[in-house]
């Protein structure tokens, strides 16, 4: 008998450092993030998240990218590959931004990718979330208190994503 598979987390390290069972209070979630992932490590893995057959697939990847000074345009086209391999399967997914850091210079790139993103969902009908407004400051970087490096996450902020995430899919059900 096979067991449902409700929500496959995607992501990059900041996704593979969740606890996603506890935090979006569903045993049937599976995170497939990977420290240090990319944009086409993800296009690269995501017929493994498909194959799981799960309801909705949560996405968030870019980061690493920017990062590494990654061409915004390859990074945008990595990133409509892999939704396009998920809508194409049926599948819901819940596009997230990608989230701000410390670093004002990255955060420029983010502010950008995230406009690219959000205008090709909102043209394609697919579903974006973005939390930058619980996570950044008044000067628009991640906030002191839910960070542990200017870029990874403390337990705090996981548990704002997992109890916004949660209602996100709440109301993608």
């Known amino acids: 008998m096979k067991k449902t598979i409700e929500v496959v987390m995607l992501g990059d390290s900041l996704t593979a450092r969740g606890d996603w069972k506890k935090l979006l209070e ?29 309801k909705i697939i949560c996405l968030m990847i870019g980061i690493n990218d920017l ?4 061409p915004l345009e390859k990074i945008f086209d ?28 990255v955060n420029k790139k983010v502010h950008k990718l995230n406009n690219m993103i959000k205008e090709y969902c909102e043209s394609n009908n697919i579903k974006m979330i973005d939390f930058n407004y619980a996570f950044s400051n008044e ?29 996100s899919i709440l109301q993608t059900n």
């Not at 569903?26 to 490590?41: A, P, R």
Request: with cysteine.
């Open 139 to 167: 000067k628009g970087l991640l906030k002191e208190d839910l960070t542990t490096d200017g870029l990874h996450l403390g337990q705090k902020a996981y548990k704002v994503w997992g109890y916004k995430l949660k209602n």
């Open 26 to 54: 569903n045993n049937f979630v599976i995170n497939l993030g990977i420290d240090g992932d990319n944009t086409l490590g993800v296009l690269n893995k995501v017929n493994q998240a498909i194959e799981l057959e799960p």
């Open 78 to 105: 990595n990133y409509k590959k892999i939704v396009d391999k998920i809508v194409k399967k049926n599948i819901k997914i819940i596009v997230q931004a990608v989230l701000v850091t410390q670093m004002p210079a």
């Open 67 to 70: 990062c590494l000074s990654v």
